[in-house]
T-cell receptor, first 109, second 117 residues
Framework: GQNIDQPTEMTATEGAIVQINCTYQ??????LFWYQQHAGEAPTFLSY??LDGLEEKGRFSSFLSRSKGYSYLLLKELQMKDSASYLC??????????WGAGTKLIIKP | ETGVTQTPRHLVMGMTNKKSLKCEQH?????MYWYKQSAKKPLELMFV???????ENNSVPSRFSPECPNSSHLFLHLHTLQPEDSALYLC????????????????FGAGSRLTVL
């Protein structure tokens, strides 16, 4: 079957670095996506990886290893506004997104 | 404001009511989606429309009925719902066409929080 696993909740300190892991199993693979969702708001697109390696975008980076079925989202210099849920999703052979349940990230001062 | 607007933001209805959720996108996208989001569960894809044609119906009960009159508007008609249908209903749009960038880079609305009594 198709499956995405990510931690339910993580806590980190303002100014620190946090890594949110995601493992996936899909029928075919067309990319790994990360979305951010603040409480009561729309999910917003953060990143897309289809090749192995690290993609950096400001304070956020996303990594992909296709051979391991593994991705992570790295958040640096954490700010209070980064408190949100982070949704991992993999695109299968039909370009259907398979979603994880999301990781709630709590930032403490 | 994401460019995808959903109304109403909150809806409470009884099991015998009929109501509709509305979604409008101002992004010039060609694909629109309905998702159900329940607490601590993955997003569940319900319906997909590409260029106004329904291309996906993910075994959704018939008490949910989608309508897509044009590429900018999407409705979800609700009737005789069950309490377990209480959830956040998210509308999304994408550029459409083939490839991950067309189908998987989604712009979401803020959702309609539905409570069924």
């Amino acid at each position: 079957g198709q499956n995405i696993d990510q931690p339910t909740e993580m806590t980190a300190t303002e100014g620190a670095i946090v890594q949110i892991n995601c493992t996936y199993q899909t029928s075919g693979f067309n990319g790994l996506f990360w979305y951010q969702q603040h409480a009561g708001e729309a999910p917003t697109f953060l990143s897309y990886n289809v090749l192995d390696g690290l993609e950096e975008k400001g304070r956020f980076s996303s990594f992909l290893s296709r051979s391991k079925g593994y991705s992570y989202l790295l958040l640096k210099e954490l700010q209070m506004k980064d408190s949100a849920s982070y949704l991992c999703a993999a695109s299968d052979s039909n370009y259907q997104l398979i979603w994880g349940a999301g990781t709630k990230l709590i930032i403490k001062p | 404001e994401t460019g995808v607007t959903q109304t109403p933001r909150h809806l409470v209805m009884g099991m015998t009511n009929k109501k509709s959720l509305k979604c409008e996108q101002h992004l010039g996208h060609n694909a629109m989606y309905w998702y159900k989001q329940s607490a601590k569960k993955p997003l569940e894809l319900m319906f997909v429309y590409n260029f106004k044609e329904q291309t996906e119906n993910n075994s959704v009960p018939s008490r949910f009925s989608p309508e897509c009159p044009n590429s900018s508007h999407l409705f979800l008609h609700l009737h005789t719902l069950q309490p377990e249908d209480s959830a956040l209903y998210l509308c999304a749009s994408s550029r459409g066409g083939e490839g991950a960038s067309g189908a998987n880079v989604l712009t979401f609305g803020a959702g309609s929080r539905l409570t069924v009594l």
